[in-house]
């Protein structure tokens, strides 16, 4: 028999066992840093598990991007992130990605951060506009246009990119 309270670790146990990658990636698409996706995916592990036993059951994921979400467009309004970007930038570890998903992380990389949740919530979380405008308290028209500039700026961006080599291999 398991002890009243600790069949909610266990739950939240398995929660996290399934989803923590899925948060990690989230917090990788937002930061552009997989550090920082790591932080990310901790701060909002951790804000679930406060409130691990007064959730709605019904839709975990759901809240459990919000607070990443959140923890991120916070964390680009603190003070403390203009101290850490003056710090020396670390090697990113070494990707088998291909060319074309590589500068996709980087135009999204130089997104101001509400464009670029908007377009994560939008293209990868799949959510309509009325979902992503709930999600970040804001209005419709505000994911709209935030949307509609974080495309725009996208599109420059990779149409200014020029492969240098031919996608099948050695140039010639």
């Known amino acids: 028999m398991v002890p009243w309270g600790q069949h909610q670790d266990v739950d939240f146990a398995e929660y996290v066992s399934a989803r923590g990658p899925w948060l990690r990636k989230l917090g990788y698409l937002l930061s552009g840093d997989w550090h920082q996706a790591d932080d990310l995916a901790q701060a909002a592990i951790t804000k679930l598990y406060a409130r691990w036993n007064r959730l709605d059951v019904h839709n975990l994921d759901g809240y459990a991007r919000t607070v990443l979400v959140n923890t991120f467009l916070a964390e680009r309004r603190s003070p403390w992130r203009r101290v850490l970007l003056h710090s020396a930038p670390e090697r990113p570890a070494e990707q088998t990605d291909l060319e074309a998903i590589l500068d996709l992380r980087q135009a999204l990389a130089v997104l101001p951060a509400r464009q670029r949740a908007t377009v994560v919530l939008r293209y990868y979380c799949d959510l309509t506009v009325e979902q992503?405008?709930?999600?970040?308290?804001?209005?419709?028209?505000?994911?709209?246009?935030?949307?509609?500039?974080g495309l725009d700026a996208l599109r420059r961006s990779l149409s200014s990119h020029k492969p240098t080599t031919p996608i099948g291999g050695a140039s010639k």
């Not at 992503?132 to 500039?149: H, I, N, P, W, Y």
């Open 132 to 149: 992503t405008a709930a999600e970040l308290g804001c209005s419709e028209g505000t994911v709209k246009s935030q949307t509609a500039r």
